[in-house]
């Protein structure tokens, strides 16, 4: 990069360029061994979109009810066929990942029956999609369901403590993702474990995994190491940063069918649902996926390095394996992450001159600051970075389309810090 150009446009200092610039180009070997996911993964996308014909009349679509929309059903086939399972759900109007979480859940349990969350409690927003907080009508807790969680006990799921608690459970959940946790994201190889160890005890139980973040950061998908069911985000790392809204579903026949016909209703499900022309930029998003994701996590590997030098803890640490695109930069000081989160915004595509404070979001506890200036509003595939105002003062930092940008973006960070008094350099 240029420094003069980075000095006169974002007023950035000769050491931080340095610390910057020479950590990427240090990293370059590590961040080869990413590679050949990135390129299985790639690989993987493509095939499918051959083997399943895609053509351009799948980019028309039908209005009304939405019969017989053959892009929709194909990026349905095309999902399926990448995840490895019978079915799949691939819809623009599932708002989030909480939602395409919520309904999936909705649609599994009925009342009486008991869902297992051996991963910690989930992530903030599904606390209350769950009733652990909130007051919300339609929770599961409320439509008579039973909850319980295991902690993981030094980042591994504590079978003992899964053994005492299985008895009559219907439904086993993991989250891949670190969340707003302090610890590294979970295997692939440790969710085969987990299934395997559930499944022996009862084949019946149903494994599932919010699978939000951990996509195309390893060669293989949960639902290729036994889980039933994954659900995820589009604006997340399989849109590619070019979905414009939407989730997905992925699991058997039966089960796409159960969660279908919550999101719709029994004997509609999946053959109705207007996709309103959002085929094109789901399956181009789907098509830029590996790619993106593999920028995202160059990007979270230099954020990592550069602060865990500085002396601040750092999950995942810098020799943990990765499955998800979060870096976690403890700050201990509400001060230092909003200065952060305040100088991700600063290096946004849309919306850099803007200023985060921390807010009330629906569906989290504590008062959040975010930084989110992408093409598409919310989308945290794009360079993001998010902290909620509790101790210990994380922030976590989230994506990059393309890496000069999250080194731009490191750069203004560690200066906005320097500025405030907040760092020494
Ligand atoms: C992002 C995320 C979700 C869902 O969040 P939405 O903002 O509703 O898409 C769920 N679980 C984890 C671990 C996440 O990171």
Same mark, same amino acid.
């Given at each position: #990069?240029?420094?003069?150009?980075?000095?006169?446009?974002?007023?950035?200092?000769?050491?931080?360029?340095?610390?910057?610039?020479?950590?990427?180009?240090?990293?370059?070997?590590?961040?080869?061994?990413?590679?050949?996911?990135?390129?299985?993964?790639?690989?993987?996308?493509?095939?499918?979109?051959?083997?399943?014909?895609? $053509?351009?009349?799948?980019?028309?679509?039908?209005?009304?009810?939405?019969?017989?929309?053959?892009?929709?059903?194909?990026?349905?086939?095309?999902?399926?066929? +990448?995840?490895?399972? @019978?079915?799949?759900?691939?819809?623009?109007? *599932?708002?989030?990942?909480?939602?395409?979480? $919520?309904?999936?859940?909705?649609?599994?349990?009925?009342?009486?029956?008991?869902?297992?969350?051996?991963?910690?409690?989930?992530?903030?927003?599904?606390?209350?999609?769950?009733?652990?907080?909130?007051?919300?009508?339609?929770?599961?807790?409320?439509?008579?369901?039973?909850?319980?969680?295991?902690?993981?006990?030094?980042?591994?799921?504590?079978?003992?403590?899964?053994?005492?608690?299985?008895?009559?459970?219907?439904?086993?959940?993991?989250?891949?993702?670190?969340?707003?946790?302090?610890?590294?994201?979970?295997?692939?190889?440790?969710?085969?474990?987990?299934?395997?160890?559930?499944?022996? !005890?009862?084949?019946?139980?149903?494994?599932?995994?919010?699978?939000?973040?951990?996509?195309?950061?390893?060669?293989?998908?949960?639902?290729? /190491?036994?889980?039933? !069911?994954?659900?995820?985000?589009?604006?997340?790392?399989?849109?590619?940063?070019?979905?414009?809204?939407?989730?997905?579903? /992925?699991?058997?026949?039966?089960?796409?069918? #159960?969660? $279908?016909? *919550?999101?719709?209703?029994?004997?509609?499900?999946?053959?109705?649902?207007?996709?309103?022309?959002?085929?094109?930029?789901?399956?181009?998003?789907?098509?830029?996926?590996?790619?993106?994701?593999?920028?995202?996590?160059?990007?979270?590997?230099?954020?990592?390095? +550069?602060?865990?030098?500085?002396?601040?803890?750092?999950?995942?640490?810098?020799?943990?394996?990765? $499955?998800?695109?979060?870096?976690? +930069?403890?700050?201990?000081?509400?001060?230092?992450?909003?200065?952060?989160?305040?100088?991700?915004?600063?290096?946004?595509?849309?919306?850099?001159?803007?200023?985060?404070?921390?807010?009330?979001?629906?569906?989290?506890?504590?008062?959040?600051?975010?930084?989110?200036?992408?093409?598409?509003?919310?989308?945290?595939?794009?360079?993001?970075?998010?902290?909620?105002?509790?101790?210990?003062?994380?922030?976590?930092?989230?994506?990059?389309?393309?890496? @000069?940008?999250?080194?731009?973006?490191?750069?203004?960070?560690?200066?906005?810090?320097?500025?405030?008094?907040?760092?020494?350099?």
């Amino acid at each position: #990069m240029n420094f003069e150009f980075l000095k006169d446009n974002y007023g950035i200092e000769k050491e931080i360029f340095d610390i910057v610039e020479n950590k990427s180009k240090n990293l370059r070997n590590v961040f080869e061994t990413y590679e050949q996911i990135k390129e299985n993964n790639q690989i993987k996308i493509i095939n499918s979109f051959m083997k399943n014909k895609l $053509s351009q009349s799948d980019f028309s679509y039908s209005t009304g009810y939405g019969y017989g929309d053959s892009g929709r059903d194909k990026t349905e086939k095309i999902f399926a066929d +990448i995840f490895k399972t @019978e079915d799949a759900l691939v819809r623009p109007i *599932i708002s989030s990942g909480t939602h395409a979480i $919520s309904i999936s859940l909705n649609a599994l349990l009925k009342s009486g029956e008991k869902m297992l969350s051996i991963s910690d409690h989930p992530y903030d927003t599904l606390l209350e999609v769950i009733g652990i907080k909130g007051n919300e009508y339609g929770n599961l807790i409320s439509r008579g369901i039973i909850y319980d969680s295991v902690s993981l006990i030094d980042n591994k799921f504590d079978f003992e403590a899964i053994k005492s608690k299985i008895e009559n459970t219907k439904l086993v959940y993991i989250q891949r993702s670190t969340g707003y946790g302090l610890k590294r994201a979970i295997t692939i190889r440790e969710i085969e474990e987990a299934v395997e160890y559930v499944k022996r !005890i009862n084949p019946n139980i149903l494994v599932m995994v919010d699978n939000c973040y951990g996509e195309f950061t390893e060669d293989r998908e949960p639902t290729e /190491v036994g889980v039933d !069911i994954c659900a995820g985000s589009l604006i997340k790392n399989p849109g590619g940063g070019i979905a414009l809204s939407g989730g997905y579903i /992925v699991g058997s026949r039966k089960i796409v069918d #159960m969660v $279908s016909n *919550i999101l719709y209703a029994p004997g509609l499900g999946k053959e109705t649902g207007m996709t309103f022309d959002m085929t094109r930029s789901t399956l181009q998003g789907l098509f830029f996926a590996p790619h993106v994701t593999h920028e995202a996590l160059k990007s979270a590997i230099l954020f990592c390095e +550069i602060y865990s030098d500085l002396g601040f803890e750092v999950y995942p640490k810098n020799k943990d394996p990765r $499955s998800d695109i979060i870096q976690s +930069i403890v700050f201990n000081d509400s001060k230092k992450s909003i200065a952060f989160v305040q100088g991700i915004q600063k290096a946004a595509t849309v919306g850099a001159h803007v200023i985060p404070y921390p807010w009330d979001m629906p569906g989290y506890s504590d008062k959040v600051i975010m930084a989110s200036g992408g093409f598409v509003d919310g989308s945290s595939i794009e360079l993001s970075a998010d902290g909620p105002l509790r101790e210990p003062y994380v922030a976590y930092y989230q994506g990059g389309i393309v890496f @000069e940008q999250a080194k731009l973006a490191c750069m203004i960070t560690l200066q906005n810090m320097k500025d405030n008094n907040l760092l020494k350099i």
